[in-house]
């Protein structure tokens, strides 16, 4: 009965990748736009990538990143994702794999649903200007 809360968005999310393993499972992304993706090969001398895919059955490949060699660290430019849940992997080590949540950010602090007043204003502008003279 709960609604899904909305989840914080990291304003440039980030993953390592430390002895043949992601430091996190789960990825929050912003939905609807694209964004960078920090990647730390933390490794030495290994090779590793993020691979988005629409599912862990790779259907379709949504993004492959570059395949760096560690120790290094390179950012991903990801094109918008739709909301939703989608499945991450190193395409070199298939076992070192997560989840993707695309999740909309909420309205920005201050911001009113709808921007109403702000449409509201531009619409009768015009208008009270060509009925003043």
């Known amino acids: 009965k709960s609604s899904p809360t909305p989840q914080p968005v990291a304003a440039a999310p980030e993953i390592a990748a430390k ?3 992601f430091s996190a499972k789960t990825l929050v992304v912003p939905a609807g736009r694209p964004f960078d993706l920090t990647f730390n090969n933390n ?3 290994v090779p ?3 691979q988005i895919d629409d599912s862990a059955a790779k259907a379709q ?3 492959d990143g570059d395949v760096v060699t560690g120790v290094t660290t390179v950012v991903y430019h990801v ?3 739709q909301p939703g849940t989608y499945y991450f992997e190193c395409k070199v080590h298939p076992n070192m794999n997560g989840t993707v949540n695309a999740v909309t950010e909420g309205p ?3 911001g009113a649903p709808g921007g109403a ?3 509201g204003a531009g619409a009768t502008t015009p208008a009270a200007a060509t009925q003043a003279p």
Do not use: E
């Open 43 to 45: 490794d030495a001398g």
């Open 108 to 110: 920005q602090p201050g």
């Open 117 to 119: 007043g702000d449409s």
């Open 79 to 81: 094109p918008a994702l």
């Open 61 to 63: 490949v949504i993004f």
């Open 19 to 21: 002895d043949v393993a």
């Open 48 to 50: 590793h990538n993020v």
